[in-house]
């Protein structure tokens, strides 16, 4: 099918295209410059305006913007987190409204949104948590609520942890666990919930080919906690990971709200409706995961 991707340069959209591609989709790239050939189509999610007249016969619209959250947490960095999330996310929604057939909006969302749980196994169905977070998920998955209140099927897929050697957390901790200054943080009992990028990729291909809909933990069975995560990547370098991460030192460094709401907070979840879905993980385990990652 024909497919619409926001956020298509960043992190995750990098992989996803090719994926896309590979299995025979055809893949439309959403941007905010002057598009540079036919497989580019001119948006501006602040005004609100996308060319909708180039989505004809749009299969699927996909939304993977947003600002990173790796940042100290000014209240106009939160601000940015909020809005680079709910203006794509809701002008995506009203767009699948108005195209004929409606496409199925996917989005990304995040397991920020149940917040601190310690070991509590969290499945779809669980209640949300509190936070910052746990606030902007909230506000970005009620973004799409005009698809979903018009019928639009609407997938939010909330992100665990994604490993990949290429981007995101595990590119961030390579540096210092090669250097044999790695280790855990905080107390280290803090669950982490994850994902490899093969996987999370082929998990957005089963949501453009099935009826899947709704929330839906992006993630495998088999979380770890951060000092067993650490252990893990320690192993897969062939480095030391036995010192903990200085606490202080992340807290200057990025402030100490978006230390404790996103470092050392712990969500355990479970990916219930993936495996449903009969979803098989080809990368289950951590040390599968980060030999992959690691090798990309």
């Known amino acids: 099918m024909k497919v619409a991707i926001g956020g298509a340069s960043g992190f995750i959209g990098t992989a996803l295209v090719p994926a896309l591609e590979a299995e025979g989709h055809e893949v439309l790239r959403l941007v905010r410059h002057e598009p540079q050939d036919a497989a580019e189509i001119r948006w501006d999610p602040a005004a609100g305006l996308v060319d909708s007249s180039s989505l004809a016969g749009i299969g699927a619209l996909v939304c993977l913007n947003g600002a990173t959250i790796a940042q100290r947490w000014t209240d106009g960095r939160k601000r940015e987190i909020l809005e680079s999330r709910t203006s794509t996310t809701s002008l995506l929604a009203r767009t699948a409204v108005q195209l004929e057939p409606q496409p199925v909006l996917i989005c990304a969302s995040a397991m920020g949104a149940y917040g601190d749980r310690g070991d509590e196994i969290l499945t779809e ?92 933990n992006l993630v495998t069975p088999n979380p770890v906690t951060n000092a067993q995560f650490a252990a893990a990547l320690g192993k897969a370098l062939r480095r030391p990971a036995v010192l903990p991460t200085p606490t202080l030192a992340l807290k200057t460094r990025f402030g100490s709200e978006m230390v404790e709401d996103a470092l050392l907070s712990g969500q355990r979840l479970l990916p219930a409706r993936l495996l449903d879905a009969g979803f098989e993980f080809s990368a289950a385990t951590i040390d599968v995961a980060l030999e992959r990652a690691l090798r990309a």
């Open 125 to 216: 169905e669980s209640e949300r948590g509190s936070g910052f977070l746990a606030d902007v998920v909230r506000s970005w998955e009620a973004a799409a609520d005009p698809a979903r209140a018009a019928g639009v099927r609407v997938v939010h897929f909330r992100h665990g942890h994604v490993l990949s050697g290429r981007g995101g957390l595990l590119e961030r901790l390579l540096v210092p666990f090669k250097l044999g200054l790695g280790g855990r943080l905080g107390s280290g009992k803090q669950w982490w919930s994850w994902i490899e990028l093969h996987d999370l990729t082929s998990a957005y291909g089963l949501a453009l080919n099935t009826g899947l809909d709704g929330v839906v």
